[in-house]
């Protein structure tokens, strides 16, 4: 063999060799951040139940007040008629 094979056949020994550490360490740093993807989803989920549970909070506290509005509606109309009848 000559030099030039040796040193050819090193080189691509080398390169192979770097290659594979380097798509090793490509496949684990995918793989970290597939995991981070999955753990931010969920916490975008959570956020979304909150902010659905607040909306859903907050439209049950104006028909409460709506209710009670329409209960004072009705005790002021009943007020009314009351008072008429001891006018007459």
Do not use: C, P, W
Request: charged share 25%.
């Amino acid at each position: 063999m000559e030099i030039t094979q040796i040193l050819f056949s090193a080189a691509i020994t080398i390169t192979t060799i770097i290659l594979t550490v380097v798509g090793i360490q490509l496949i684990l740093v995918l793989k970290d951040i597939r995991t981070l993807v999955v753990k931010i989803n969920r916490i975008v989920k959570e956020f979304e139940k909150v902010g659905f549970n607040i909306g859903h909070g907050y439209s049950e506290v104006m028909g409460f007040f709506s209710g009670l509005k329409s209960l004072f509606h009705i005790v002021d109309i009943l007020a009314k008629k009351k008072h008429k009848k001891h006018e007459k």
